[in-house]
């Protein structure tokens, strides 16, 4: 078991790079399988829901070589089953795009329902209507097993009851070798939509209108191999950006898309913030106590849910009183009563948090309950004073490259320390 533990109080000062998109490259990497060829994709973030998606292609019979850590050659021709075990993709979000590529290149797919974080219920119902009216059958066994079958897939209409990114990213998989024309209306907006839809057009598909709510696919025949490189990680970017204003900090944020960022840049400035846009850099000054900002967080282009929690750890450090509403899940303020045991005053009510800033936070120890709350704590441990301690760090593991390597390198006092297993536990073994 390893905890992060930080001694907060230093400002961060430096430059850093962001990897490529995790929510990119865990749609992308399965979307090979429907090339049944040889694809180079480069830029993929060395993180562990990464790692765990590659190891589910390796294991499903595709060839996978390392060219270096960020970069993989991998040739899906020999992939035979249609059938993933739950054990691979219980802890993965992302294994639902598993389905779209399998149905879309066998017309069958028998994937374990996805897991990952848990902000309430998290339906796949609008995926599951897309591949019906793609033609497809589908039930869900008692093991909770997702089977799909599909004589042929047609082209059709399909309009999204909400605005789902995993449902348009999937229906795109699914509808890229159909007969004829697929239109998504209610199409998800967000960048790894528009990453994947250009993906998919390098290995030949005809993909238009990705990033706007009406999405044209019509199917062709054959997709072949390609060379890719996937865009930089907007929430990794955004979390230093944060973290580099909740410190006081002067950080120069490399790699990114400046335009990518102006959801969470038009923030910052409103908190008092000051962020200059480079060509593939942004820098983040802030000096003196930040103010308060009200937020909703949205589908794209609104504020990302999933900068939500660090937001809310900027926002309890700052001056006056602040109204965050979560706009996308039901169930995303668990963290609060983490950053509570740091001194936080914030209130939660359904979806919103009122967030009253106080002078400091204090360290303490604490618990990373998913990915973005990890990546909050973090944060807040950077900024409190005294040492900060948090568990169960594999959630942040999960979404950031060398994460306590970039915020050590930008002057934290930050360490990945191993814990004694619990006596009880190593008996076990
Ligand atoms: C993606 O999840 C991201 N994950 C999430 O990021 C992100 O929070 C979310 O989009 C919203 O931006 C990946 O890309 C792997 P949705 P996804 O389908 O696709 C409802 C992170 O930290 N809904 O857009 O699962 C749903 O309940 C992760 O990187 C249905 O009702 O999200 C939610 O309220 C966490 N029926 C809303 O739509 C469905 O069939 C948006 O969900 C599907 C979704």
């Given at each position: 078991m390893e905890k992060?533990?930080?001694v907060g109080g230093n400002r961060l000062v430096g430059d850093v790079n962001i990897s490529g998109a995790k929510n990119a490259a865990v749609a992308i990497i399965p979307a090979a399988i429907l090339a049944q060829d040889i694809c180079r994709i480069e830029n993929i973030p060395n993180i562990s829901d990464v790692n765990m998606m590659i190891r589910i292609l390796h294991q499903m019979g595709a060839e996978v070589k390392m060219i270096n850590k960020n970069t993989y050659e991998i040739d899906t021709r020999n992939i035979v089953s249609h059938i993933i075990p739950n054990e691979l993709t219980k802890h993965l979000r992302a294994s639902y795009y598993?389905?779209?590529?399998?149905?879309?290149?066998?017309?069958?797919?028998?994937?374990?329902?996805?897991?990952?974080c848990d902000f309430g219920v998290r339906p796949i119902?609008?995926?599951?209507?897309?591949?019906?009216l793609l033609g497809a059958s589908v039930s869900i066994e008692e093991?909770?097993?997702?089977?799909?079958?599909a004589e042929r897939l047609t082209g059709c209409p399909v309009y999204l009851d909400v605005v789902s990114v995993g449902a348009t990213a999937n229906i795109m998989l699914a509808a890229v070798k159909a007969k004829g024309l697929t239109v998504i209306e209610q199409a998800a907006k967000e960048l790894h939509i528009v990453d994947l839809a250009n993906f998919l057009n390098l290995m030949g598909a005809d993909v238009r209108g990705a990033g706007t709510d009406v999405?044209?696919?019509?199917?062709?025949?054959?997709?072949?191999?390609c060379t890719y490189s996937i865009i930089p990680d907007q929430i990794e970017a955004g979390t230093f950006m944060v973290a580099a204003a909740a410190t006081g900090g002067d950080v120069l944020i490399k790699n990114v898309?400046?335009?990518h960022l102006e959801s969470i840049t038009a923030k910052l400035v409103e908190c008092g913030v000051v962020v200059e846009d480079g060509d593939d850099c942004v820098r983040v000054v802030a000096k003196g106590r930040l103010t308060?900002?009200?937020?909703?967080?949205?589908?794209?282009?609104?504020?990302?849910?999933?900068?939500?929690?660090?937001?809310?750890?900027?926002?309890?450090?700052?001056?006056?009183?602040?109204i965050i509403s979560e706009g996308v899940w039901d169930n995303r303020f668990r963290y609060v009563e983490q950053l509570a045991r740091m001194g936080a005053s914030i209130k939660v009510d359904g979806k919103i948090a009122v967030v009253e800033g106080v002078e400091q936070l204090k360290g303490?120890?604490?618990?990373a309950g998913d990915l973005r709350a990890g990546a909050a704590m973090v944060i807040a441990g950077l900024c409190a004073k005294g040492t900060t301690e948090i568990e169960n760090i594999d959630h942040i593991d999960r979404g950031y490259e060398d994460v306590v390597e970039k915020f050590a390198a930008l002057g934290a006092d930050i360490k990945r320390v191993n814990t004694p297993e619990p006596e009880s536990m190593a008996e076990v073994g």
């Open positions: 992060i533990v930080i598993l389905i779209g590529a399998l149905l879309g290149r066998f017309h069958k797919a028998c994937v374990a329902m996805p897991g990952g119902d609008q995926h599951i209507k897309g591949f019906e093991n909770a097993m997702v089977d799909v079958t999405i044209k696919i019509r199917g062709v025949e054959k997709l072949h191999g898309i400046p335009k308060r900002c009200n937020l909703k967080t949205m589908p794209h282009p609104g504020f990302p849910t999933d900068m939500q929690p660090q937001m809310t750890v900027l926002l309890a450090g700052a001056d006056g009183t602040s303490a120890p604490i618990k």
